[in-house]
């Protein structure tokens, strides 16, 4: 029974707080300068992206590259995911008229969420979207196709009395309410649904990193229960993050939805 005596200095180790360092990562291999404080290298993000993005081309490519009547198991499993978008964002959100941006909403889904299940995968265990690059340039993509339907349905003109001059308001409501519109519509939509997929995300990371790290500092001596609690937690929490990585693509891809609706229609 020796090694349950040494098992515990072993494991023992000096608590490493997660910082903002953890999200900092050196090039591999050749790198370009550009301006004074930025550099181009492939390094560890890009090779998250590279995953995610070769795992979402296979994905669509294994599953529909000779669709079978009856489907087999990957076949299927694809099918139910694209449905789930179909039914749940596109007809719920837009209605028929929105199955022309199925395939625009779907990629967003499981683009996002194929980056942030990355969070807990073993020796990866960093989600893409904690960069906030990544949820910035789906933001943007999405407020360039809101209201670049919104002014091919409506005109430029149109669209923005649509925006700001919403129906049923009294008169003089319009001085506060059509900068107000304008505001939250054209300029904070893409703001909120970066911060909220990349704030999610960067909590997520820490909150797994704290138990995990936590653990391994409190296998020693009398607080080795507390390491096994805090490593309970922390694999508990690993079955939270899955859910959250399926939700925030669902939450994005949803409001993205809404708003691409909003700006078909005549008026809301």
């Not at 139910?80 to 199925?102: H, N, S, W």
């Not at 691409?260 to 809301?268: C, K, Q, R, T, Y």
Request: glycine share 8%; aromatic share 16%.
């Amino acid at each position: 029974m020796k090694w349950l005596a040494v098992t515990p200095s072993i494991l023992a180790s000096a608590f490493e707080r997660p910082t903002t360092k953890d999200f900092v990562w050196s090039c591999w291999g050749p790198s370009i300068d550009i301006g004074p404080i930025h550099t181009v290298c492939y390094n560890f993000i890009f090779f998250l992206l590279t995953i995610v993005f070769v795992t979402f081309i296979l994905l669509f490519v294994l599953a529909f590259r000779s669709p079978k009547i009856v489907p087999g198991k990957f076949q299927l499993f694809m099918e139910t995911g694209v449905d789930f978008v179909r039914q749940q964002i596109v007809m719920q959100m837009i209605g028929p008229e929105g199955l022309a941006y199925l395939a625009f909403l779907s990629t967003l889904f499981f683009f996002i969420f194929l980056g942030n299940i990355l969070e807990v995968v073993p020796f990866i265990s960093f989600p893409l979207n904690s960069r906030i690059a990544f949820p910035l340039v789906m933001a943007v993509i999405s407020w360039i196709t809101y209201n670049t339907i919104g002014i091919k349905r409506h005109g430029f003109l149109g669209y923005m009395k649509m925006v700001m001059f919403p129906p049923g308001a009294p008169a003089l409501m319009y001085i506060l309410l059509a900068p107000i519109e304008f505001i939250s519509v054209i300029l904070v939509r893409p703001l909120t649904l970066t911060v909220r997929l990349f704030a999610n995300m960067v909590a997520g990371h820490f909150l797994l990193a704290v138990f995990f790290l936590g653990s391994i500092a409190l296998f020693s001596g009398f607080p080795y229960v507390l390491g096994a609690v805090s490593f309970g937690m922390g694999t508990a929490l690993i079955g939270f993050e899955i859910f959250v990585a399926a939700l925030q693509a669902f939450i994005f891809a949803v409001l993205t939805g809404s708003y691409i609706a909003g700006a078909m229609a005549s008026e809301h």
